[in-house]
């Protein structure tokens, strides 16, 4: 089978796609025929061994794991002898986390992991980056931010993948939501259900004062210092990404600023998570916005799009 490797940091260019034996499941695992896996801001760091203090983890000097992928989508081929939860030919969705590696044709993952049947209303490609943005998101909003029926969230970077999940879900849960982002996307950010838009290339949304209960950065493009004016009274700063002295202020200012990691979270809380978006997303309310698509053997192209920065929602890999 075809899977995406890089055995040292760098750019797109150290991605190779190597011939392998299909893998076997062992007693408590599936073997999924990928249909689709997602592409993200994720794998690119792990590509290029940054942040570099990161690497004390993933690999001094090379990367230790040197598959590329977390999300996925497929249909189970094979089942290890003490599968339980799953049959064959199901179609099911997920995210293999640390142990990456669905940029591949096979995937084997233990039936307990995050994996779950996907909806009949959506397609591969649309549920394989759903434990990216949706899921993070998701979190953000309902564990971290603990958003309520009736808030004001601003939403910034509200065209990218975490960006997009975040508006749907905010306007799923009742609240008012203001998205940022560029004039090109403004209809889309509309189109999936912001009350108001803000084109940061033409207004500033830090000049608004007393404004929001939440401003979640999605995309890390602002901090709290820049937007603390524009929060009500215990209004939340949060955000996904490290940077702009978000550790410092978490810590300083607990209550009022938060960053969290989808990967530090318990797997029984994401389990959780991510069974009320299938529910979401089988009732027609969530829907997952695809810039591109790509063949496996087009992943370079993928990741050089991703590094550009200005991507729309999600990019997809489709076997
Ligand atoms: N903590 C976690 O668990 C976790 C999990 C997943 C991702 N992340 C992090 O979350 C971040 C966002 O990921 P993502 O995949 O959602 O990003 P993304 O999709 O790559 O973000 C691209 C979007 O950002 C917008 N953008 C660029 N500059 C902007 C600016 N100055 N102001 C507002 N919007 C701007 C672009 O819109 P325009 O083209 O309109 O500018 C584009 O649509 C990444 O840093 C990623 O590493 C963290």
């Given amino acids: 089978m075809k899977k995406a490797v890089y055995t040292s940091y760098g750019s797109p260019e150290v991605i190779q796609i190597i011939d392998i034996e299909k893998p076997i ?21 792990m590509r290029q061994g940054t942040p570099k203090f990161g690497r004390l983890i993933i690999g001094l000097f090379k990367p230790k794991n040197t598959a ?3 999300g996925f989508s497929g249909v189970v081929e094979s089942l290890g002898n003490k599968v339980t939860k799953f049959k064959i030919d199901d179609e099911v969705f997920g995210e293999k986390l640390f142990s990456n590696g669905t940029n591949a044709e096979y995937l084997c993952i233990s039936e307990d992991s995050i994996i779950t049947l996907k909806p009949h209303n959506i397609s591969h490609k649309q549920a394989a980056p759903i434990c990216d943005g949706f899921l993070t998101s998701y979190s953000f909003l309902r564990d971290i931010g603990k958003l309520k029926q009736g808030q004001h969230i601003l939403v910034n970077g509200a065209s990218g993948s975490l960006g997009t999940a975040a508006v749907q879900l905010a306007k799923n849960m009742g609240a008012t939501v203001t998205g940022v982002c560029s004039t090109k996307n403004v209809d889309l950010v509309k189109s999936i259900g912001a009350d108001y838009v803000i084109d940061y290339t033409k207004n500033d949304f830090t000049k608004m004062r007393d404004y929001f209960d939440i ?16 929060l009500k009274a215990n209004g939340i700063f949060m955000t996904p990404v490290l940077g702009s002295n978000v550790l410092w202020y978490s ?11 989808t990967g530090i979270r318990k797997q029984r809380d994401l389990k959780m998570l991510l069974a009320e978006l299938v529910t979401f997303f089988s ?3 969530l829907n997952t916005v695809i810039d ?19 991507k729309v929602g999600n990019l997809a890999i489709v076997n």
């Fill in 25 to 45: 499941p062992n007693p408590h695992e599936v073997l999924v025929k990928i249909k689709a896996s997602s592409i993200t801001r994720a794998d690119t760091m």
């Fill in 68 to 70: 590329l992928g977390t």
């Fill in 215 to 230: 401003v979640y950065d999605s995309v890390g493009k602002t901090n709290y210092s820049k937007s603390k004016k524009t």
């Fill in 251 to 261: 810590i300083i200012s607990p209550k009022r600023v938060k960053f969290s990691a």
């Fill in 283 to 285: 009732q027609g309310k």
């Fill in 292 to 310: 591109k698509t790509y063949k496996l053997e087009n992943i370079i192209e993928a990741h050089k799009y991703l590094e550009s920065d200005h």
